[in-house]
């Protein structure tokens, strides 16, 4: 694949995130609260839980975030990226500070 081609898959991917972000997310959301799910949903999926607990702006919101999908391969581990990317992904959304956790 050209990336070309990746650019092109990638938008189409976002879109159906960013379509279903609006479908499912009931409160507005800023800039970075947005980026931040959008990460979350293209890279683990739609979570039921995670949208509730945005959508009702609850205190454990990032408790959970940063403690689901984390495993990976049917690992009972978390895998170290894993646990990173979520707490990046967590804070974003709580804070709008972006900072990678290696």
């Known amino acids: 694949h050209t990336l070309e081609d990746a650019e092109k898959q ?38 039921e839980t995670l949208t509730k607990l945005i959508n009702t702006n609850s205190p454990t919101l990032s408790a959970w975030w940063t403690s689901h999908y984390i495993t990976g391969q049917g690992n009972r581990k978390p895998l170290p990226g894993l646990v990173a990317r979520r707490k990046t992904e967590a804070l974003l959304f709580t804070t709008g500070k972006l900072k990678f956790f290696n």
Not at 17 to 35: F, G, H, N, P, S
Request: some cysteine.
């Open 10 to 47: 990638l938008t189409a991917d976002l879109r159906s995130v960013d379509l279903l972000i609006a479908r499912k997310v009931t409160i507005m959301l800023t800039d970075y609260q947005l980026e931040a799910l959008r990460s979350f949903y293209y890279n683990c999926g739609y979570s």
